[in-house]
């Protein structure tokens, strides 16, 4: 699978389906070798659409490029996962496909957006706090080889739709 090329080439952003399940799990296995879910959790996950929503992200050819999974039980929504393909990196997948979780938490009346991301992902942990998230805890030796997980939290109250539009980048 190859990511687009050029940083506007993904098309949409879309409700996960069972039929997309095979190609998230092949981008789950490649990109998380240690920590992936077992192809089974992919459908369990899409069987609980109560709690559950998740997003696809697809390329012009119609290839998925990331996916991005929330639970919600009120008054928490939690990120379950969120990703995306080698090549498709610096696209702008990413913030959208975690745009859409928050958008959709604050939609089912959640108070706040957790996640938990590895301490040795700078990357990412720029990515969330760009959207206001704080880290509130750690969670030592989380991930399966050991590294720390940082938990973070973004109240929703501060949300206004978009990460440049947060109440605490305005104040």
């Known amino acids: 699978m190859t990511g687009p090329s050029r940083p506007d080439s993904f098309t949409a952003i879309r409700p996960m389906t069972f039929d997309d399940i095979a190609a998230v799990n092949g981008l789950e296995q490649a990109l998380f070798p240690v920590d992936a879910w077992p192809l089974q959790m992919f459908y369990d996950e899409l069987n609980q659409?109560?709690?559950?929503?998740?997003?696809v992200a697809e390329d012009p050819d119609g290839d998925v490029v990331g996916y991005a999974g929330l639970m919600c039980v009120l008054p928490i929504a939690d990120v379950q996962t969120i990703a995306v393909a080698p090549?498709?990196?610096?696209?702008g997948i990413g913030s959208a496909l975690l745009e859409t979780l928050i958008n959709e938490a604050k939609q089912r009346g959640a108070d706040d957006v957790l996640l938990e991301v590895r301490a040795d992902n700078p990357r990412a942990q720029r990515l969330y706090r760009w959207f206001g998230f704080e880290q509130i805890h750690v969670r030592p030796r989380y991930y399966?080889?050991?590294?720390?997980?940082l938990i973070m939290r973004l109240p929703l109250s501060a949300w206004n739709g978009s990460p440049?539009?947060?109440t605490k980048d305005t104040e």
């Open 144 to 149: 399966r080889d050991g590294a720390d997980a």
């Open 164 to 166: 440049r539009a947060t």
């Open 49 to 55: 659409a109560d709690t559950r929503s998740y997003y």
């Open 87 to 91: 090549g498709a990196e610096g696209a």
